[in-house]
């Protein structure tokens, strides 16, 4: 399974980004997916995840403010991000995992990673 994020890049604060993650495998309708990021210096943190039945889950930093999606005809998921903030800038990176596991938040159950993409915000 491979998994490519795109989409980032530079954002004014108050501005929008959409981040895509495309995988893959016939297989994509059945996993968890999620996005992460990892800002400078910070450990990688759970910005938001959307399960296999469309179920969405949000990082208190991310609700209100994004909106994770997934489109299973085209193997891709999507994050708008709108209101951005300087604390927003990271690298962020689309995960993807099956069925089981005991925590959608945590990067650990995840079994694979796209290779990042880096959203910059300036104030």
């Known amino acids: 399974v491979q998994l490519q994020a795109s989409g980032g890049g530079w954002a004014q604060a108050g501005g929008s980004l959409r981040l895509s993650c495309a995988v893959s495998?016939?297989?994509?309708?059945?996993?968890?997916m999620g996005w992460f990021r990892q800002a400078p210096g910070k450990e990688r943190t759970f910005v938001a995840a959307v399960n296999w039945s469309g179920d969405t889950y949000y990082a208190d930093a991310a609700k209100g403010r994004f909106t994770i999606s997934r489109d299973n005809a085209k193997n891709t998921m999507y994050l708008q991000m709108n209101s951005l903030k300087s604390d927003d800038t990271a690298v962020y990176y689309c995960?993807?995992?099956?069925?089981?596991?005991?925590?959608?938040?945590?990067?650990?159950?995840?079994?694979?990673w796209g290779q990042g993409t880096q959203v910059t915000v300036s104030s």
């Open positions: 995960a993807a995992r099956g069925y089981g596991g005991t925590s959608i938040y945590l990067d650990s159950e995840y079994s694979y």
């Open positions: 495998g016939s297989a994509f309708s059945s996993y968890t």
